[in-house]
């Protein structure tokens, strides 16, 4: 693989069971390169080696007067230059197109799982991690992958020379054959440290690239509340750590540095101490001592990419680490599918919670927990979260397995009932689960169903394109409207009636000041629209996804960040430019609950209540609770004003009329 042939077509399937294991895999799969960069290598360090022996057979044709020995000897080197210039460079060349093509594949890798778990990711694994991951963590792998072959190139060199050295002069061949093992060898004891050390030092640096990540996001609600500088000071311990554990970790390299340097300075003087008692005996040339003396000398040259290769791995391991750890998140369903790609259409059903949204309408949920509130969203989006493959209670694992083997029914059912008004709960909710009851694990969930057909039975593009879900905190792309707004659609929805439906006037206005041509659609969104206000945003990540016009499209809290009379308009326009579509809103808003077609009350994980905004209000206790955050002394008195006809504070009760009134009242206001 070249540079110039990226991306890779297929980037493979890693093997991300550890670091070291993910790093012996990106060296496996670039097998060709390595061999290529070996080769170059040994060509190169060979070169180096051998003009030790060369320099000797000039030397000792001086000393012997013989001037064609002199001029061979100045062709040998002459030749070993050119061969020493023509292996540094390609092997330059192979070790960085190797490092690029390993952090491109890494790149690739990490892109196609981001894909693959979309925004289960983030939940997962920290944001600010997986910006490390895909920023300093690559280059750090790629650094291994290149090093790699050059140490591999180092040591066939240090083992040529010193066998031909001992086949040279085998006085002194031998001493430096012994010595050469324990100038490599000298630093392992020394290597675990320093590998600790470096692991904390990227561990501290990833904290503290979180920490700024969260700060730079929140900037904006930091300021509101004056905590800059608290954010500040915890960012500035965080970095004093990390320079420390920089520091600790450079003073241990520092020292395998210094035993590389002292080492084979020993070696060398003991080389050169022997070879002289051995010259004055005769036993060996002038020529025969310089070739030996400049060997062991440039051998240091390869004996430096012991300890390259050392630090590479000590910072690559808890990089590929990292990566392994992302690589290795799983999505419970399967990317291909089990069925054909064809996008169903009909009712939304979870067979886990009972909750039915049927085919056409709009349907609200309330939570009173955010965080279930977010995981059914998921779920109904094809996209379980690891809770769904925790612990559930008996009675809701119960439910479940009642639930999936009647899903088909409670869909036909709950299309004949019209609108479903009224109170009570669907077929296959029970009353909630009991917590006194053991909690029982549970391996897998039953998929939501659309049509009848399981989401995780579909090809992921499908499923995604016939589902979409928007979270509750949903991501601006940098870049012009236009482009923000040029998403896979139907083509039913155009973006000015989606911006119009989203109540979008204003940021049209402000864009529009903003832009060169005067047109909003060319104005530039900064990156996540941080240049923008919290419910200018949520209105144009929901107008977004209303030009989508996906089969069903689920909402989790899409108006919380806006004023009362726009959310009111929001939820005009939301059902008007869906209507005949599926939609469901997770919400507590009584403005966008009162405006849908059905509400279904989600309580400890299972339907509890469906009916109508106002009806709900009135009987169920629990969710008026939610939606009008109503206290547990406030319920009782509540209950007891009704149960005298009176108000709670002694005056006549509103009737049903009065509550109509008093909720027009409260809306217009």
């Known amino acids: 693989m070249q540079i110039h042939d990226l991306p890779y077509p297929d980037p493979g399937l890693p093997d991300a069971r550890s670091g070291p294991r993910f790093l012996l895999w990106l060296g496996r799969n670039q097998l060709g390169g390595q061999l290529k960069s070996l080769c170059w290598g040994l060509l190169h360090f060979l070169s180096v080696a051998s003009l030790p022996y060369g320099v000797g057979f000039a030397v000792q044709a001086v000393v012997d007067g013989s001037g064609s020995r002199l001029a061979l000897a100045g062709g040998l080197i002459l030749l070993l230059g050119a061969a020493l210039a023509l292996g540094d460079t390609m092997l330059h060349r192979t070790a960085v197109t190797n490092w690029i093509t390993a952090a491109a594949r890494v790149q690739q890798l990490l892109a196609r799982r981001t894909a693959a778990l979309g925004a289960a990711l983030t939940r997962r694994v920290a944001a600010g991690e997986v910006v490390a991951v895909s920023t300093g963590d690559v280059e750090k792998i790629g650094w291994f992958v290149e090093a790699l072959s050059r140490f591999a190139a180092a040591a066939l060199t240090v083992v040529v020379v010193c066998v031909g050295l001992v086949l040279y002069q085998p006085a002194l061949g031998i001493v430096v054959a012994v010595g050469m093992p324990v100038l490599a060898l000298a630093v392992l004891p020394l290597l675990p440290r320093a590998t600790r050390r470096a692991d904390q030092q990227r561990e501290k640096a990833g904290r503290a690239t979180e920490l700024a990540s969260d700060t730079v996001a929140g900037l904006r609600v930091l300021r509101g509340i004056g905590g800059e500088e608290l954010f500040l000071d915890r960012y500035r311990r965080a970095s004093q750590e990390v320079r420390t554990a920089a520091v600790r970790s450079a003073r241990m390299w520092s020292l395998i540095s210094a035993v590389q340097v002292l080492l084979p300075g020993l070696l060398l003087i003991a080389v050169v101490w022997y070879g002289i008692?051995?010259?004055r005996q005769g036993r060996i040339?002038?020529?025969e001592l310089v070739t030996v003396y400049s060997a062991v000398m440039i051998l240091n040259y390869p004996l430096r990419h012991f300890e390259e290769i050392a630090m590479a791995y000590s910072f690559s391991r808890p990089s590929a680490q990292r990566a392994a750890r992302v690589l290795s998140l799983e999505r419970v369903t399967e990317p291909g599918g089990l069925r054909a790609a064809e996008a169903p259409?009909?009712?939304?059903?979870?067979?886990?919670?009972?909750?039915?949204?049927?085919a056409g309408r709009l349907t609200a949920v309330v939570c009173g927990d955010p965080d279930l509130a977010g995981r059914l969203a998921d779920r109904l989006g094809g996209h379980p979260t690891d809770a769904d493959t925790g612990t559930r209670s008996a009675s809701a694992s119960a439910?479940?397995?009642?639930?999936?083997?009647?899903?088909?029914?409670?869909?036909?059912?709950?299309?004949?009932?019209?609108?479903?008004?009224?109170?009570?709960?669907d077929s296959h909710s029970g009353s909630g689960s009991d917590p006194a009851k053991a909690a029982t694990p549970v391996t897998a969930l039953p998929s939501v169903l659309l049509g009848g057909v399981p989401l995780d039975e579909l090809p992921l593009d499908t499923a995604r394109t016939a589902v979409l879900v928007q979270d509750k905190d949903p991501v601006l792309l940098s870049?012009?409207?236009?482009?923000?707004l040029d998403v896979p659609s139907s083509g039913s929805v155009r973006p000015a009636e989606a911006l119009a439906a989203a109540q979008c006037a204003d940021v049209l206005d402000a864009l529009s000041q903003a832009s060169l041509d005067d047109d909003p659609m060319n104005a530039r969104i900064?990156?996540?629209?941080?240049?923008?206000?919290?419910?200018?945003?949520?209105?144009?990540?929901?107008?977004?996804?209303?030009?989508?016009?996906?089969?069903?499209?689920?909402?989790?809290?899409?108006?919380?960040?806006?004023?009362?009379h726009t959310e009111a308009r929001i939820a005009e326009g939301l059902r008007a430019?869906?209507?005949?579509?599926?939609?469901?809103?997770?919400?507590?808003s009584p403005l966008l609950l009162d405006r849908a077609d059905r509400v279904v009350l989600v309580h400890e994980g299972t339907v509890a209540?469906?009916?109508?905004?106002?009806?709900?209000?009135?009987?169920?206790?629990?969710?008026?609770?939610?939606?009008?955050?109503?206290?547990?002394?406030?319920?009782?008195?509540?209950?007891?004003?009704?149960?005298?006809?009176?108000?709670?504070?002694?005056?006549?009760?509103?009737?049903?009329?009065?509550?109509?009134?008093?909720?027009?009242?409260?809306?217009?206001?």
């Open 277 to 279: 008692e051995l010259a």
């Open 285 to 287: 040339t002038v020529g």
């Open 345 to 358: 259409a009909g009712d939304l059903y979870d067979p886990v919670t009972g909750l039915l949204a049927p």
């Open 399 to 425: 439910s479940a397995s009642a639930s999936a083997s009647a899903s088909a029914s409670a869909s036909a059912s709950a299309s004949a009932s019209g609108d479903g008004s009224g109170s009570g709960s």
């Open 479 to 484: 870049g012009t409207l236009a482009e923000l």
């Open 526 to 564: 900064t990156e996540r629209g941080r240049s923008l206000s919290g419910g200018q945003r949520q209105r144009l990540a929901l107008a977004r996804s209303l030009v989508t016009d996906p089969e069903a499209l689920v909402l989790d809290e899409p108006t919380s960040a806006v004023d009362s």
């Open 577 to 588: 430019l869906r209507s005949g579509r599926t939609t469901v809103v997770l919400t507590s």
């Open 609 to 669: 209540a469906v009916g109508e905004h106002r009806e709900l209000v009135l009987t169920e206790p629990r969710y008026r609770a939610v939606v009008t955050r109503e206290t547990d002394e406030e319920a009782a008195s509540a209950a007891l004003s009704r149960n005298a006809g009176t108000s709670p504070h002694g005056e006549p009760g509103l009737g049903d009329a009065g509550i109509e009134e008093l909720t027009e009242i409260e809306e217009t206001a």
